[in-house]
């Protein structure tokens, strides 16, 4: 999959005439998956690469910057799923104050067609563009009519009687009911970052930890969950806690992860955490024995856990 950034640059002639899906693929949770897979049949059918148009940053982050993060998934892990769908480009355009003044004509004009000369464009039925939102399925569809590209509205994915939405998703991850956002992904949700120096006090504890910082994105429920790491090709089970280690007295958030059956040098490294279970939720201990015997709890519970899995 190649990356492009839109600029007023023309970009490189065999990526342009794509079959395009258009939103923010927040999640890429089995409905933008099934969006995907139309945008992905009409692309085959009609010899025609597969291109994915998304915006950066989220436009939620634009426009409601005082919001507390709620990114699913950061750039790297977004990426990394669009390309295992088979996306041959995927198109960056940033959002700014002059993308959100343009009008819906302007978009559909001067993005879709100078840009891109799009072929056929894929949306889901609920998609918006254009100032103030003007634009809809309908007013996308009679600007392909005007400048000679197709358009598809996706056909809707239920998930038995859940909502399949990003919102929520997110609703489930704060509070800590990663199993029924897992099932609307269809894959386990991550948390990503570089491996970092901490006190060491969980090696101390005799729980050696690999510690990742929080960034800009969402945060889950905070507590102790069962997790899974790719660690040299090979899928690690263990258990982390998230959150600010009360105990401690900490201010920073963390998610720090102990690997079963694991004994190497992590620092520095980008781990791609995968939770799979909510065991507790985040507590502060009277002293480091207290918690120390409650991580051996933790750790029982995970192992049974990953039995059942």
């Not at 977004?78 to 769908?85: G, R, T």
């Not at 929520?168 to 990503?192: F, H, V």
């Not at 900490?250 to 059956?261: M, P, Q, R």
Request: hydrophobic share 40%.
């Amino acid at each position: 999959m190649k990356t492009y950034r839109l600029t007023r640059s023309p970009l490189p002639q065999k990526a342009l005439g794509s079959v395009v899906a258009i939103g923010n693929f927040d999640g890429i949770h089995l409905g933008h998956q099934h969006l995907i897979s139309q945008a992905a049949k009409i692309a085959h059918e009609t010899n025609k690469p597969l291109g994915i148009l998304t915006f950066k940053p989220h436009p939620r982050a634009f426009f409601r910057k005082t919001d507390a993060p709620f990114r699913l998934t950061p750039f790297p892990t977004k990426a990394k799923k669009l390309e295992s769908l088979g996306v041959d480009y995927l198109f960056l355009q940033r959002f700014n104050a002059e993308l959100a003044s343009k009008t819906a004509a302007q978009f559909a004009k001067e993005i879709l067609v100078d840009q891109l000369n799009i072929s056929h464009a894929i949306t889901g039925q609920d998609f918006c563009f254009g100032k103030g939102r003007e634009g809809n399925i309908e007013t996308l569809t009679s600007l392909g009519k005007e400048h000679g590209f197709k358009v598809s509205p996706a056909t809707l994915l239920k998930h038995e009687e859940d909502t399949l939405s990003s919102s929520r998703i997110r609703d489930y991850i704060r509070e800590g009911c990663i199993d029924k956002a897992n099932m609307l992904l269809g894959t386990p949700w991550q948390i990503s970052g570089h491996v970092v120096h901490a006190e060491k006090r969980g090696r101390l504890l005799g729980f050696p930890t690999a510690n990742i910082r929080l960034t800009n994105f969402l945060r889950p429920k905070f507590g102790v969950y069962v997790i899974y790491a790719e660690i040299a090709g090979k899928k690690v089970f263990g258990v982390a806690n998230i959150g600010l280690r009360p105990t401690i007295g900490d201010n920073h958030e963390y998610l720090e992860a102990h690997f079963f059956d694991f004994d190497g040098d992590l620092y520095a490294q980008r781990l791609y955490i995968s939770l799979l279970d909510f065991i507790r939720p985040e507590k502060k201990f009277e002293d480091f024995d207290a918690l120390k015997a409650q991580i051996s709890k933790d750790i029982e519970v995970a192992k049974l856990k990953i039995q059942n899995l």
